[in-house]
């Protein structure tokens, strides 16, 4: 009887070189993906691009679905970081939006925004849509509660103390879950941007409700 495959755990960075190797690659990555979708990009192409070795690269990203998957979290990452900046530079210029922003406003904007950003890039979205799916009907390395990525943290933070604390990482998870759905069918064009970014908003109102 064949014995199966063990799967390894990705290597976390452990050094701030470790760190800007891996960027350079979700970077490489996401630029193939970008351009070729990803049925079309390899695993060496990736590590050529990134100016790494293959072995460097199995490294963090034991499989072409896990990458994609961390090129989906690195995009979110982003996204938020920039918010971020820009909320700043609003609260010093001009006022724009602060903590007294209501909270499904605050939580349907993000997302629809979040969507937006995303499907600027069609083969990139294809391409880490379908490393999601790839990669959660297989054994994968790693499965964290989805209150732990960037986005979910960021959502948990958003509901502290204007939702009831006992559901906050419930309604979380069903902030986020409900945002892949809809951003998916928006993808597939199952559904058109504009009935998408309404369903998002409707979702954040009725989950963000206390």
């Known amino acids: 009887m064949a014995r199966p495959v063990a799967v390894r755990r990705p290597a976390a960075p452990m050094s701030s070189r470790q760190a800007a190797r891996r960027v350079r690659i979700l970077r490489a990555a996401s630029d193939l993906g970008t351009r070729e979708g990803l049925a079309s990009v390899q695993m060496h192409d990736v590590a050529k691009e990134a100016g790494v070795a293959i072995a460097t690269l199995y490294r963090y990203f034991p ?60 083969l990139l979205a294809s391409a880490v849509a379908l490393s999601s799916f790839t990669e959660y009907t297989s054994v994968v390395p790693t499965r964290i509660d ?19 604390a006992r559901t906050g990482r419930s309604r979380v998870r069903l902030l986020v879950y409900n945002w892949w759905g809809v951003f998916v069918a928006m993808l597939t064009e199952e559904i058109s941007t504009e009935q998408g970014n309404a369903d998002l908003r409707l979702a954040a109102r009725l989950i963000t409700t206390p």
């Not at 918010?83 to 922003?101: I, V």
């Not at 989805?146 to 009831?164: C, H, K, P, T, Y």
Request: glycine share 12%; with cysteine; charged share 30%.
């Open 146 to 164: 989805i209150v732990e990525s960037a986005l979910g943290q960021r959502l948990l933070r958003v509901l502290a103390g204007r939702a009831d």
């Open 63 to 122: 499989s072409k679905p896990y990458l994609f998957l961390a090129v989906l979290e690195w995009h979110i990452e982003q996204f938020l970081g920039d918010r971020d900046r820009d909320r700043d530079r609003d609260r010093n210029g001009d006022g724009g939006p602060g903590a007294c922003e209501a909270v499904d406003t605050e939580v349907g904007e993000m997302l629809v925004a979040l969507s937006g950003k995303l499907l600027g890039s069609r």
